[in-house]
T-cell receptor, first 114, second 110 residues
Framework: AQSVAQPEDQVNVAEGNPLTVKCTYSVSGNPYLFWYVQYPNRGLQFLLKYITGDNLVKGSYGFEAEFNKSQTSFHLKKPSALVSDSALYFCAVRDINSGYALNFGKGTSLLVTP | SQTIHQWPATLVQPVGSPLSLECTVEGTSNPNLYWYRQAAGRGLQLLFYSIGIDQISSEVPQNLSASRPQDRQFILSSKKLLLSDSGFYLC?????????FGQGTRLTVV
């Protein structure tokens, strides 16, 4: 099955510092990878996706992610964190075995302190 | 533009009562549709997916069922709710490489 793993339950970073939220994947074939953000009691908001092409993907709200095939990683990054970036972040991979559903990691809680 | 409507936003139901959550999609045709459940504010578990009208696949055995009576309508149901059915339920649709989520329903079974 296609899966992703997010090794960190929580990431803490000071406002203005760069942030990284980690994700590794395990897939057969070419991966379709996604990052979503969730605010309390809300649905998921799309940040970015990797399908093919450039390994550095730019997304919404200043986020970007780097696809690394040799390390099977797709880490989410932002050069300068904002307090408003504090939320729950999910990495996901598309699974052709489940009607192209997205299989999600367990999520990483990002806390940006002033 | 494509939108997804999910309701209600919150629901408190007694144990043993029935459930019906509805999701509709606008601005697209023949989407793949999904129901997810999120427990304790963390991981999302895929419950059901549908690739067409009346074509439903279940990912995990449970007390819930899903139906797709129309192309852009997906319904999550239960005949008798259990305490363990409490959680945050999300509807989603995909087409090609796009995936969109509803705003979710917070279900509390008491």
């Amino acid at each position: 099955a296609q899966s992703v793993a997010q090794p960190e339950d929580q990431v803490n970073v000071a406002e203005g510092n760069p942030l990284t939220v980690k994700c590794t994947y395990s897939v057969s074939g070419n991966p379709y990878l996604f990052w979503y953000v969730q605010y309390p009691n809300r649905g998921l908001q799309f940040l970015l996706k990797y399908i093919t092409g450039d390994n550095l993907v730019k997304g919404s709200y200043g986020f970007e992610a780097e696809f690394n095939k040799s390390q099977t990683s797709f880490h989410l990054k932002k050069p300068s964190a904002l307090v408003s970036d504090s939320a729950l972040y999910f990495c996901a991979v598309r699974d052709i075995n489940s009607g192209y559903a997205l299989n999600f990691g367990k999520g990483t809680s990002l806390l940006v302190t002033p | 533009s494509q939108t997804i409507h999910q309701w209600p936003a919150t629901l408190v139901q007694p144990v043993g009562s029935p459930l019906s959550l509805e999701c509709t999609v606008e601005g697209t045709s023949n989407p793949n549709l999904y129901w997810y459940r999120q427990a304790a504010g963390r991981g999302l578990q895929l419950l059901f997916y549908s690739i067409g009208i009346d074509q439903i696949s279940s990912e995990v055995p449970q007390n819930l069922s899903a139906s797709r009576p129309q192309d852009r309508q997906f319904i999550l149901s239960s005949k008798k709710l259990l305490l363990s059915d409490s959680g945050f339920y999300l509807c989603a649709w995909t087409k090609n490489t796009e995936a969109f989520f509803g705003q979710g329903t917070r279900l509390t079974v008491v």
